[in-house]
């Protein structure tokens, strides 16, 4: 039995997947130490189609490895059936398409979709509470401290049209510019 270049590409593609996933996941700078020296081996997927953010390229290194894979184990499988050649590699890349273009589908529709936004406006802050952190006096901005659903604890610039010091819980009651307007809690 012959092994044919097809089943070459697959058996490298699925090792470097392996590889990939076992490091850790598709995403970790590595280091090693070598003598007492460490070297930084870098972000494996820098300049590999990967965009910023959570955004996904249909030409990341998995997908691509998976088109790989996909490509060799059926061009491997298509040229012990088939006698034509042409209609092997057409057949293959069709195939290693389809599935390349559905991991992508699930990853961007499990990963990428399903992660929660955490971008909040400023219009959201809009009656929370807050604390001061940098005192508010003769109208020049301070900073607040609010508590969000989404991010968590968020500083933020702060106006008010009184002088307001720090450490004094404030409700948020408007919007000045980039600035939220506040004004000290009300007992009770």
């Not at 499990?110 to 003769?138: D, M, P, W, Y």
């Not at 607040?144 to 404030?170: F, H, L, Q, Y």
Request: aromatic share 6%; hydrophobic share 50%; net charge negative.
């Amino acid at each position: 039995m012959m092994i044919s270049v097809y089943l070459v590409i697959a058996i490298v593609c699925v090792i470097l997947l392996v590889v990939m996933a076992s490091l850790g996941g598709f995403g970790l700078d590595h280091d090693a130490g070598v003598g007492g020296h460490d070297m930084d081996m870098g972000h494996y997927d820098a300049g590999h189609g990967d965009y910023t953010g959570s955004h996904l390229s249909p030409l990341s290194l998995p997908i691509l490895l998976a088109f790989g894979a996909t490509f060799g184990a059926v061009g491997a499988i298509l040229t012990e059936v088939l006698f034509d050649e042409i209609w092997t590699v057409v057949a293959a890349v069709i195939i290693g398409i389809i599935v390349a273009g559905g991991m992508y589908g699930l990853v961007y529709v499990f990963l990428v979709k399903s992660q929660a936004s955490t971008h909040i406006s400023v219009n959201e802050f809009v009656g929370l509470e807050g604390l001061l952190t940098v005192a508010i006096r003769n109208k020049e901005p301070g900073q607040v401290v609010v508590n969000t659903e989404k991010r968590g604890r968020v500083p933020i610039p702060a106006t008010a049209n009184e002088d307001i010091e720090s450490n004094t819980p404030v409700k948020v009651i408007g919007i000045a510019g980039d600035a939220v307007m506040v004004e000290k809690k009300k007992e009770g």
